[in-house]
């Protein structure tokens, strides 16, 4: 790290778990262009070769599912030693009305991100630099009040509550995340085309900066928090200003 806090990025190894599309990719790409030796993960080979050839640079795309334990094992007993991880992977289940709320669901939900996050996290530590970064991608969900998001609420806050004491148990170690709300990326595409453009078009009149946000954005937040030395235990929201408390 250089004596005015900051950390070079040049020539530095990132993981990025999620990094074949929407958040992960343009994260990864702002990486490389920073000249970091990048490894981008996801569950489709040719998601990820895709990815690598959009973003060029130095980048290694891993197949694997973040679900998967063994998967898990397996990539870090291969990764070497890492300076910055990034997980940016996703799961959609565990949303809806609460008095609907399937708790199979809901675990799916658990399953898909809570659980991965923390036992890549877990298995990464051998790995990570003493002083590196690990920067989660939550939800603004998460401490926000939008009704049918109380599953969603709980994967992205419990995620979100760990990471003041993590910052504190894991340093030197940084433990921060980004709290993304909408952005525009490939998750959405399970929501019908017109269904989708209503819904952007409805949260662009209530946010403050009048519109959805672009991956890139989070991506520029996930960068500024693993290349700022000062700053960890921080859950930083990147939401154009949609969680903020509004009124007269
Ligand atoms: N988009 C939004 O409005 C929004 C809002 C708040 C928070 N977020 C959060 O931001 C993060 C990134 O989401 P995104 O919008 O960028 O979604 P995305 O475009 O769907 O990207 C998700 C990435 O994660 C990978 N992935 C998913 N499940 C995986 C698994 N089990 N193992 C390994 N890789 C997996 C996907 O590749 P494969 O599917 O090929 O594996 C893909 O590379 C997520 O944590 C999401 O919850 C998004």
């Not at 040719?46 to 130095?58: S, V």
């Not at 009305?97 to 036992?119: E, I, M, S």
């Not at 520029?220 to 000062?230: C, S, T, V, Y």
Request: net charge negative.
């Amino acid at each position: 790290m250089a004596e005015n806090g900051s950390t070079e990025l040049n020539g530095q190894r990132v993981v990025v778990m999620g990094g074949s599309s929407g958040v992960g990719e343009a994260t990864a790409a702002l990486f490389a262009a920073d000249g970091a030796e990048v490894t981008i993960t996801g569950r489709d080979q040719e998601r990820l070769d895709q990815a690598a050839k959009r973003i060029g640079g130095n980048i290694t795309a891993y197949r694997m599912d973040g679900a998967d334990q063994t998967d898990i094992d397996g990539f870090f007993a291969r990764s070497g030693p890492v300076d910055h991880l990034v997980l940016a992977l996703s799961g959609a289940a565990g949303s809806g009305p609460f008095a609907q709320l399937d708790l199979a669901d809901l675990a799916t939900g658990f399953n898909a991100k809570f659980w991965p996050y923390v036992r890549i996290l877990q298995a990464a530590l051998p790995l990570l630099r003493k002083d590196g970064s690990v920067t989660m991608v939550s939800a603004a969900s998460a401490h926000s009040a939008i009704p049918e998001t109380a599953g969603l609420a709980a994967i992205n806050g419990a995620l979100e509550s760990m990471v003041p004491p993590l910052a504190a148990e894991l340093a030197p170690l940084r433990v921060n995340a980004v709290s993304p709300g909408v952005i525009d990326t490939q998750w959405w595409d399970r929501v019908p085309a017109e269904r989708r453009k209503a819904l952007f078009d409805g949260l662009a009149a209530i946010t403050p900066v009048g519109r959805v946000g672009r991956p890139e954005e989070v991506a520029r937040a996930i960068r500024m928090l693993a290349g700022n030395g000062f700053i960890t235990g921080v859950v930083l929201d990147c939401t154009g200003g949609a969680t903020l408390p509004m009124g007269r």
